[in-house]
């Protein structure tokens, strides 16, 4: 069993984004941003991966680093989003191109969570549970505008 899973949008309908603030808008021409999703925690994972599948991006997600690795290599990622207490996480950086910036997750800022990203080069770090109107800010910014 794989500890990844892709979704992509839905077929037959228009790519769409959430720039922060607005609706949705079409993205004419571009192909949907990828964005990794990496949490042990499955419910976790799963809210952060459907927060951003109702704005038509392509969401993998991942259980561990492994799983994180996997899916870098298999796709062309814009965006990952990792949780501070993933096994293996301050070491992601050897599996994801320096290029693609990384946002970390803790329900504990400070601490561990600062060390991770420190360790990652993170662009910033979010606090669980993930507030939606922030996600859309940074997916908008470091994955879509970038």
């Not at 680093?65 to 950086?93: I, M, N, Q, W």
């Amino acid at each position: 069993m794989h500890s990844w899973s892709a979704a992509t949008p839905r077929a037959g309908r228009p790519r769409r984004i959430t720039p922060p603030g607005s609706r949705s808008v079409p993205l004419r021409g571009a192909r949907p941003p990828v964005v990794i999703v990496a949490d042990p925690d499955r419910a976790a994972r799963g809210r952060v991966a459907e927060l951003l599948r109702g704005d038509e991006v392509v969401v993998v997600e991942a259980e561990d680093g492994p799983g994180v690795a996997r899916a870098a290599a298999e796709h062309d990622v814009d965006l990952v989003v990792v949780d501070a207490d993933l096994p293996g996480a301050s070491t992601l950086r050897h599996d994801v191109p320096a290029s693609v910036p990384v946002v970390v997750t803790t329900r504990s800022p400070g601490g561990s969570a600062d060390a991770v990203a420190a360790a990652l080069d993170a662009r910033g770090v979010l606090r669980k549970p993930v507030d939606e109107d922030d996600l859309r800010t940074i997916v908008w910014n470091l994955a879509v505008v970038r």
